[in-house]
């Protein structure tokens, strides 16, 4: 049971357009989604996150949307850049839920130069 | 300061051989993971510890057991490895617990391969 879903295995953007990840969830009781993001031979590092009380979050250039009547959270990367080329992981926890967090299967984002 | 690490990088096993995986964090963190990572099936839990002393099964602990050696190390170990266990396994610490401000760190991973 994939209580985190990211739909698109692969995503290619030209470098400067915005790239958009998208993630769905199943779990009500999940208040907090974080994003990862991994390299090749490299463990996940924390990108940007989103707490349920809020509809968005802006770092820089990654802006993550969350539309909890949806279950669905977006990652907006602008301008994208080559260096942005990795996997994109989306994740999920709740306050009840022992530190536990639940990951997507990834997306694999291609910025062409 | 070195985050969290993790030994060996790579290895193999002939199935029905035991090994253990290490991880160790210098960042005073209190709760420390294993996750393993396999295509199309992103990270899934397979134990965790919240505090030293303490560990809780997560997603998928079958095969697997799990020691929370004092604040710094927790160890995986594979008793009798089977091709099923062939993954990338993550070790991962944060200070408490997941939430505003607060983040896991991830160690390089393991890559295992049992023939």
């Known amino acids: 049971d994939q209580q985190v879903k990211q739909n698109s295995p692969s995503l290619s953007v030209q470098e400067g357009r915005i790239s958009i990840l998208n993630c769905d969830y199943t779990?009500?009781?999940?208040?907090?989604f974080l994003w990862y993001k991994k390299y090749p031979a490299e463990g996940p590092t924390f990108l940007i996150s989103i707490s349920s009380i809020k509809d968005k979050n802006e770092d820089g250039r990654f802006t993550v949307f969350l539309n909890k009547s949806a279950k669905h959270l977006s990652l907006h990367i602008v301008p994208s850049q080559p260096g942005d080329s990795a996997v994109y992981f989306c994740?999920?926890?709740?306050?009840?839920?022992?530190?536990?967090?639940?990951f997507g299967t990834g997306t694999k984002l291609q910025v062409i130069p | 300061n070195a985050g969290v690490t993790q030994t060996p990088k790579f290895q193999v096993l002939k199935t029905g051989q035991s090994m253990t995986l290490q991880c160790a964090q210098d960042?005073?963190?209190?709760?420390m993971y294993w996750y393993r990572q396999d295509p199309g099936m992103g990270l899934r839990l397979i134990y965790y510890s919240a505090s030293e002393g303490t560990t809780d099964k997560g997603e998928v602990p079958n095969g697997y057991n799990v020691s929370r050696l004092n604040k710094r190390e927790f160890s995986l170990r594979l008793e009798s490895a089977a091709p099923s266990q062939t993954s990338v396994y993550f070790c991962a610490s944060i200070k408490r617990r997941v939430r505003v401000g607060e983040t896991q760190y991830f160690g390089p991973g393991t890559r295992l391969l049992v023939l």
């Open positions: 994740a999920a926890s709740s306050s009840g839920g022992y530190q536990k967090v639940t």
């Open positions: 960042m005073n963190h209190n709760s």
């Open positions: 779990n009500s009781m999940f208040d907090y």
